[in-house]
């Protein structure tokens, strides 16, 4: 909405927008969980004082759902937030707060009542990274040593172990109403799953190898003219067309107000598990080359492949694995009892 810093644009604008700028390596402002999350459960304060920051890059969230204990198994988290007057106190541990080391907000889940049944007992709050008695300490993965070169599709973004002792936030920074956060976070992780750039992750991948393959050889070996070659990339490029489809088609049920339960479950299956299919084609294609990182003298295209090739598999992991996406496809798609 306009009112809050946007341009009034539909899901498909949105859509549009995200592929034109994804193409070119740039993000867009606003897209994610956190955002979505705001619009459709925020105060009309939270929506004026964080919206428009979370449009112009100002202000960045950090996701701060996954704890040691709790990941597949989200509801069973135990970072508690206890009301203090105004206030609540929040102590506890998140996993995996990838930006955390250079996100304005943190955008959590904790436990606001441990009485109630696990699900029922969650809220969501929204706050500065900058309030005391937070700790943000690096977990390094394969993806950041060493670091990965510009225009990789997964970047070298950092993920982290943050932790929250005493840490005093007003009432206001709650998002939704008590203990409805875990409902408030489901939307917004669903409308998430949908994102553009989940398939335009997948597409550049592949439009690197095609392009690169256009243009090069391997000791003498043309490899554009490879026929099995040829045919593989061709595969890789109708499996990518299935992805652009499969989100065109949520972002439009989402546009009519249409029911939306298991679409973005789907699309987050097929998105990062083509993109592991395209990393081992390119394994094939480029032989021991697809091996070299940056650090080597002798990489190709800076290490882009290797680089993308370490970080296809945490896709599959993130923002709800393949194996629980799956599981929800069985019982929202198929009608599956639960197993
Ligand atoms: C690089 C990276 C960045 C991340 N960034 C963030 C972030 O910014 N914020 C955040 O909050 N979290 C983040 N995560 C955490 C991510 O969402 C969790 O790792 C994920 O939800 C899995 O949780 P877990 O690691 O505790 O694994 P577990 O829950 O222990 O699961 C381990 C494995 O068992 C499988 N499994 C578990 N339960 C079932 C089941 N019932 N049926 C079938 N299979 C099952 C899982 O699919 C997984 O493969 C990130 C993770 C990674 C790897």
């Given at each position: 909405p306009k009112?809050?810093g946007?341009?009034?644009g539909?899901r498909?604008?949105q859509?549009i927008?995200?592929?034109?700028?994804s193409?070119?390596?740039?993000?867009?402002g606003?897209?994610?969980s956190?955002?979505p999350a705001i619009?459709?459960?925020?105060t009309?304060?939270?929506?004026k004082?964080?919206l428009p920051g979370?449009i112009?890059g100002e202000?960045t969230?950090?996701?701060?759902f996954?704890?040691?204990?709790?990941g597949a198994d989200l509801?069973s988290?135990?970072c508690?937030?206890v009301?203090d007057g105004d206030e609540?106190?929040i102590?506890?541990q998140?996993?995996?707060?990838?930006s955390a080391?250079?996100?304005?907000?943190?955008?959590l889940?904790?436990r606001t009542?441990?009485?109630a049944?696990k699900?029922?007992?969650?809220?969501?709050?929204?706050?500065p990274m900058?309030?005391?008695?937070i700790?943000?300490?690096?977990l390094w993965?394969?993806?950041?040593?060493p670091?990965?070169p510009i225009?990789?599709?997964?970047g070298?973004?950092?993920?982290?172990e943050?932790?929250?002792?005493?840490?005093?936030?007003p009432?206001t920074?709650m998002?939704g109403?008590?203990?409805?956060?875990?409902y408030?976070?489901a939307?917004g992780?669903?409308?998430?799953r949908v994102?553009?750039?989940?398939y335009?992750?997948?597409?550049r991948r592949d439009?690197?190898?095609?392009?690169?393959?256009?243009?090069n050889?391997?000791?003498?070996h043309?490899v554009g003219?490879?026929p099995?070659i040829?045919?593989?990339?061709?595969?890789l490029?109708i499996?990518?067309?299935?992805?652009?489809?499969?989100t065109m088609r949520?972002?439009?049920?989402m546009?009519?107000?249409?029911?939306f339960?298991?679409e973005?479950?789907?699309e987050?299956?097929?998105?990062?598990?083509?993109g592991?299919?395209?990393?081992?084609t390119?394994s094939q294609?480029?032989?021991?080359?697809?091996?070299?990182m940056?650090?080597?003298e002798e990489n190709?295209?800076g290490?882009?492949f290797a680089?993308?090739m370490?970080?296809?598999?945490?896709?599959?992991?993130?923002h709800?694995?393949?194996?629980v996406m799956r599981?929800?496809?069985a019982?929202?798609?198929?009608?599956l009892p639960?197993?």
């Amino acid at each position: 909405p306009k009112e809050y810093g946007g341009q009034d644009g539909s899901r498909i604008d949105q859509y549009i927008v995200e592929e034109e700028f994804s193409r070119i390596g740039v993000g867009v402002g606003g897209a994610g969980s956190g955002a979505p999350a705001i619009l459709a459960a925020g105060t009309e304060e939270q929506k004026k004082t964080l919206l428009p920051g979370l449009i112009s890059g100002e202000i960045t969230l950090a996701l701060g759902f996954t704890e040691p204990q709790a990941g597949a198994d989200l509801a069973s988290l135990q970072c508690r937030a206890v009301k203090d007057g105004d206030e609540y106190v929040i102590n506890g541990q998140k996993m995996y707060t990838s930006s955390a080391h250079y996100a304005s907000h943190i955008y959590l889940m904790a436990r606001t009542d441990p009485d109630a049944p696990k699900h029922r007992g969650i809220s969501i709050f929204i706050f500065p990274m900058d309030t005391p008695g937070i700790t943000v300490r690096p977990l390094w993965t394969i993806q950041n040593d060493p670091p990965a070169p510009i225009g990789t599709t997964y970047g070298q973004r950092r993920t982290n172990e943050t932790f929250f002792e005493d840490v005093r936030v007003p009432a206001t920074c709650m998002l939704g109403e008590e203990n409805q956060g875990w409902y408030v976070g489901a939307m917004g992780l669903n409308l998430d799953r949908v994102g553009a750039s989940r398939y335009l992750i997948s597409v550049r991948r592949d439009e690197d190898i095609i392009n690169w393959a256009k243009e090069n050889d391997l000791g003498g070996h043309e490899v554009g003219q490879d026929p099995a070659i040829r045919d593989r990339l061709a595969e890789l490029w109708i499996e990518a067309q299935v992805c652009r489809l499969m989100t065109m088609r949520s972002m439009s049920l989402m546009e009519r107000g249409d029911t939306f339960t298991y679409e973005g479950a789907a699309e987050k299956v097929w998105a990062p598990e083509h993109g592991v299919r395209t990393t081992e084609t390119i394994s094939q294609i480029l032989g021991p080359y697809a091996q070299l990182m940056s650090s080597s003298e002798e990489n190709i295209e800076g290490g882009l492949f290797a680089h993308n090739m370490l970080g296809a598999f945490q896709s599959g992991i993130n923002h709800g694995s393949v194996q629980v996406m799956r599981d929800q496809m069985a019982r929202r798609g198929l009608g599956l009892p639960r197993g």
